[in-house]
Each structure stands twice: as C-alpha cells, then as structure tokens.
C-alpha cells in the first residue's frame, strides 16, 4: 500500500488549504486514514482520523477548524484546514491502517504546510 499526498503551501495565516492523500497498492478497505503532524523539533502529534464507517477523531485544539473526510470509493483522504495559524506549520503526513488481514500501517512521504504573512 502506497500513500501519496498533495495540497501543501504557503499559506497567509487566517488562510485555508486543502490536503488530499491517495491510497494506492490495495483492493481492501482502509479502516482508518489519519493526518498526523509534525513539525522541526517537536513530536509528531494527531490531527484527525476517520473510519470506514464515518467516525472521526480530533485533539480539541483542532477542533472546529480542521474538517477529515473520506471517499472510500477511491481509497482518498481529505483534510480541510481552515483559519491556519502560524504554529500549524509543519509536514502533515497521512497514515492508513487495516486491522484484519491482510493487516498494515503505513504513512505517506508527508506534504509541507507553511503559514507565513
């Protein structure tokens, strides 16, 4: 299973930017696909995950802001960033797992997001 992301930039704090992640490599179901952060010197931290059945998990600093949605149909995960602010710079990286066979966790390259005036 191969991750690829896209969307990434510089974006004026107060912007928006969308990110997609594709899935590619697998006929299966993706359980979770998840948008993880991170950024120079820090851990990496959650941004949201989504299951196949449509629940979605987000830290409650990111809530109301960021929106994770998913079309199951094309194996792609979307994450809408809304109202960025300068410490949301980082590289968002996606992850999609499967908990049943054939099993995986794996991430994505990751895509630069810079908020910048």
């Known amino acids: 299973v191969q991750l690829v992301e896209s969307g990434g930039g510089l974006v004026q704090p107060g912007g928006s930017l969308r990110l997609s992640c594709a899935a590619s490599?697998?006929?299966?179901?993706?359980?979770?696909m998840g948008w993880y952060r991170q950024a120079p010197g820090k851990q990496r931290e959650l941004v949201a995950t989504?299951?196949?059945?449509?629940?979605?998990n987000y830290p409650d600093s990111l809530k109301g802001r960021f929106t994770i949605s998913r079309d199951n149909a094309k194996n792609t995960a979307y994450l809408q960033m809304n109202s960025l602010k300068p410490e949301d710079t980082a590289v968002y990286l996606c992850?999609?797992?499967?908990?049943?066979?054939?099993?995986?966790?794996?991430w994505g390259q990751g895509t630069q997001v810079t908020v910048s005036p």
């Open positions: 490599g697998t006929s299966f179901s993706i359980n979770t």
């Open positions: 989504m299951t196949d059945t449509g629940n979605r």
């Open positions: 992850n999609a797992v499967r908990v049943s066979f054939p099993f995986y966790n794996v």
